[in-house]
């Protein structure tokens, strides 16, 4: 879950396990690489994410479509139904891979977020041992080794 200091006032999160950020995806060919062009297209968004929020504060002129998932603007974009979505980064590429699908990276991330394991306020000590655990795993090499295997980048 993206670390957001909303979020922080009600709960905990670990410490972050992976940096992403929030990605414009289009149909392959598509002129669009950028927010800058986005004014009177039609962009998907998963509905209560961060990035529904970011798209409405920050692409006003933006005819946002909300969706229950990645699977569901894959499909929108590919059949051109929309013009493009913005998700996180790594999930939009695992998925699109996943799915063989027609659909690019567009331009530079909108944004960077940190990504961690959301916790109950008040459990310091759940939070101690996952971080300690996270850390343990980044410096030993096997963080790297899992994300190269299923994210193909190194996410930390």
Request: net charge positive.
């Amino acid at each position: 879950m993206a670390i957001t200091e909303k979020r922080l006032e009600s709960i905990d999160f670990s410490d972050p396990y992976y940096r992403s950020g929030a990605q414009l995806f289009v149909k392959k060919g598509s002129s669009l690489q950028s927010s800058q062009q986005l004014a009177g297209k039609k962009i998907g968004v998963t509905l209560g994410t961060t990035y529904e929020d970011w798209v409405r504060k920050n692409l006003p002129k933006a005819d946002v479509r909300t969706y229950k998932g990645v699977p569901d603007m894959l499909l929108e974009v590919a059949n051109g139904r929309i013009d493009g979505f913005i998700t996180d980064r790594i999930v939009g590429a695992m998925a699109i891979a996943d799915k063989n699908a027609p659909i690019q990276m567009a331009g530079d991330l909108l944004y960077e977020e940190r990504m961690g394991i959301a916790l109950q306020l008040g459990n310091p000590q759940l939070k101690k041992a996952l971080d300690q655990a996270l850390a343990e795993i980044k410096a030993d090499g096997t963080y790297k080794k899992i994300s190269l295997k299923w994210l193909k980048v190194d996410a930390r």
